[in-house]
């Protein structure tokens, strides 16, 4: 890349610096989320410092303030392939994929991302977007007006797309075209409280789903939630109600634990907002919509693929002890049967380690003399090398499920077949999706291959007099 452009982490950090401003004076109690994290974690690193001396070791201390993840809902392949384009300017790649209709929700996605560890620590901003599977609605001629509204809106910018596609010719893009482009991404998800639909198509299209209202109905795909990180989400979640923030009523993912595992995820519930409908007579007609809701998460070490199997067998166990989906009436009862199925998930970094269920990054201690002939366990052994946990990067699909569900409300749910269609979603998108653990064992093997590369280059240095 040419010395003038600008760096896409840098333009990835930029652009989640005037998202997080955008939200906060579009959601204030984003803002209030914001100043519970902050405190939160301030406490927790005062209390466990332990824990902030891993952070500042492994260099997340620096990325923790900044860090987000957003989501978005778009309703086209057209739709979906441009995101992938406009992304791309911020260095952000396709990285898995999530099925979402079997949890009752018609929609397929995949997160946005940096997939390099240093372009991480430079910025560890991601997008959650989903692709509504018009393909799912029973009702045809629903499903025919539903692809019709679609098809009549433009979610981009023409200078957004005009950039893109210079970024594309050009390899990049200069400061002045770099700052535009932030500028007018920022557009589309901004939020709009004019729906482009009459208010009886949008109760047709609520009435068949909520999130395919939301989706279809208005201008463009608004950002739902932007979500800061916490080092403690059960204190986050006992701390919401205290400053006036109903919170949902399980958090999703693994139960508390010493040594965290992927990802916890809470929310408050989503808030009604006043939209202005079209009339067929010129005259708007005011009426309201739930989409938007505030969400903290708590990320812990990404499991490798033995350690999800395990990982998924033990949530898949809890939640067959309980009636329904893990809510309020369970809520008891669900963490319980978490607490007790997850025992058997080893709470240890070493033994985490020891058994291949993590994945973890390798650092010289400092200790002089190792030999980089010798074995990984024994270099650990002997002091040469030590390993702390690699953060998951990700999202899981039964989560965000119950993150969607919490917040568009029972009735919200529908039965759908499990309709998993990778193939369909690339196809959509213009690419591959990459596989998250095969990036997760590219870092865990570059630090690996460093550190010996390290401990090569001081055995072959003359030892001084």
Request: glycine share 6%; charged share 20%.
């Amino acid at each position: 890349m040419s010395q003038n452009f600008v760096n896409p982490d840098q333009i990835r950090a930029w652009f989640s610096r005037a998202m997080s401003d955008m939200y906060k004076s579009e959601v204030p109690l984003y803002d209030t989320l914001l100043d519970l994290v902050a405190q939160v974690n301030a406490k927790t690193l005062a209390e466990q410092p332990e824990l902030a001396a891993q952070l500042a070791r492994t260099g997340e201390i620096e990325r923790l303030d900044i860090e987000r993840h957003g989501a978005i809902r778009v309703g086209t392949a057209q739709e979906l392939a441009n995101m992938r384009r406009v992304f791309a300017v911020m260095g952000m790649q396709p990285v898995g994929y999530y099925d979402l209709s079997p949890a009752g929700v018609p929609v397929h996605s995949t997160a946005f991302r940096a997939t390099h560890e240093a372009s991480l620590q430079a910025s560890p901003f991601r997008v959650f977007t989903s692709l509504l599977r018009l393909e799912l609605i029973a009702d045809e001629a629903l499903r025919e007006k539903a692809a019709r509204i679609l098809a009549a809106r433009q979610i981009f910018t023409a200078r957004t797309l005009e950039l893109a596609a210079r970024f594309e010719a050009q390899g990049g893009l200069m400061d002045a075209d770099a700052r535009e482009f932030v500028a007018e991404a920022l557009h589309t998800f901004r939020w709009h409280s004019e729906a482009t639909v009459s208010l009886e198509d949008y109760e047709e299209l609520h009435g068949q789903h909520r999130l395919i209202a939301d989706v279809v109905a208005f201008k463009g795909p608004h950002i739902n939630h932007l979500t800061p990180r916490t080092l403690d989400i059960d204190e986050a979640q006992a701390e919401m109600p205290r400053r006036g923030v109903s919170a949902k009523a399980v958090i999703e993912g693994p139960p508390p634990r010493k040594c965290p595992i992927l990802l916890r995820q809470t929310s408050f519930k989503a808030l009604e907002e006043a939209v202005l409908f079209a009339g067929a007579d010129g005259q708007a007609a005011a009426g309201s919509h739930t989409a938007r809701f505030g969400e903290i998460e708590q990320r812990g070490v990404a499991l490798t693929r033995k350690g999800r199997a395990l990982y998924d067998h033990l949530l898949d166990l809890a939640r067959s002890r309980i009636s329904g989906a893990p809510n309020e009436g369970n809520a008891a009862a669900y963490m319980q049967n978490l607490q007790d199925c997850f025992a058997a998930f080893p709470d240890d970094h070493a033994e985490l380690h020891a058994q291949g269920l993590a994945y973890f990054r390798y650092f010289l201690t400092g200790k002089q003399g190792g030999d980089p002939e010798a074995g990984l366990q024994d270099l650990i052994a002997q002091g040469y090398l030590r390993f702390e946990p690699l953060v998951y990067e990700d999202f899981l699909p039964v989560s965000a499920a119950g993150i969607f569900q919490s917040n568009l409300g029972d009735k919200a749910q529908a039965e759908y077949a499990q309709n998993a269609s990778q193939a369909a979603f690339e196809q959509a998108l213009g690419a591959k999706v990459q596989d998250e653990l095969t990036l997760y064992q590219d870092t865990q093997d570059r630090s690996l291959a460093a550190c010996m590369q390290a401990l090569g280059a001081q055995a072959g240095s003359p030892v001084a007099a």
